[in-house]
């Protein structure tokens, strides 16, 4: 698959709903600051990305419904991942500046967290997508998804990373619908993924 044909379609499909991408990246960023809202919110940004890569025309309300039916759903994932990562920028903080050997503890701990990082941007794609949407199921279609296509995944990682670094000082979110954007190359990433081994119409619909 190419990175640069899944970036172009992202693109595409979120300039065709920009509006409502710009309001659901906005209040994305919002549930984030209020911590509580924030997996589930994921959860409903992922949603509405799967919508847009069908053509789907969706709403605030479609998006609020998707908030209330992935609130647990999205908890389960969201405390691993709050875990995970608050350890590993603490170990990374730790052992930034100390000398000698267990300096390279620090990149053990980088590794870690980008590896993570890495499994969850395409986790909600794959969750949403299987019949089986079990944690453990999940993750090994995540790293499935990365032993098939690396050379795709690692370019669209170190896109978000730098979407992502953007984000974090400028709003970027907010004024150009990041967030939502990168929810939609990884949905367009794992659609191609599962069509390219004729699995796109199993995969098609999650649980009811």
Do not use: K
């Not at 809202?37 to 025309?57: E, N």
């Not at 997508?129 to 170190?158: E, G, I, K, M, Q």
């Amino acid at each position: 698959m190419s990175p640069l044909s899944i970036l172009t379609a992202a693109t595409r499909r979120a300039w065709d709903d920009y509006m409502s991408v710009l309001l659901l990246s906005a209040a994305w960023l919002l549930a984030q600051v209020l911590v509580i809202p924030g997996p589930p919110a994921t959860a409903a940004l992922f949603t509405m990305a799967r919508d847009s890569y069908d053509g789907t025309y969706w709403s605030a309300p479609d998006a609020w419904a998707a908030f209330r039916r992935e609130f647990w759903p999205a908890w389960r994932w969201g405390l691993p991942n709050l875990l995970v990562i608050g350890v590993g920028l603490y170990n990374v903080s730790v052992y930034w500046n100390v000398p000698g050997v267990w300096a390279g503890l620090r990149w053990v701990w980088v590794v870690v967290l980008l590896v993570w990082i890495g499994l969850n941007l395409f986790y909600w794609p794959f969750n949403l997508a299987a019949a089986d949407r079990s944690w453990r199921n999940t993750y090994a279609n995540c790293v499935r998804f990365w032993l098939l296509h690396p050379l795709t995944a690692a370019v669209l990682l170190v896109v978000a990373l730098v979407v992502g670094v953007a984000a974090v000082s400028t709003l970027l979110p907010v004024v150009l619908g990041a967030a939502f954007w990168l929810a939609l190359v990884a949905e367009t990433a794992v659609r191609r993924s599962l069509e390219n081994e004729g699995l796109g119409e199993e995969h098609s619909s999650p649980n009811p």
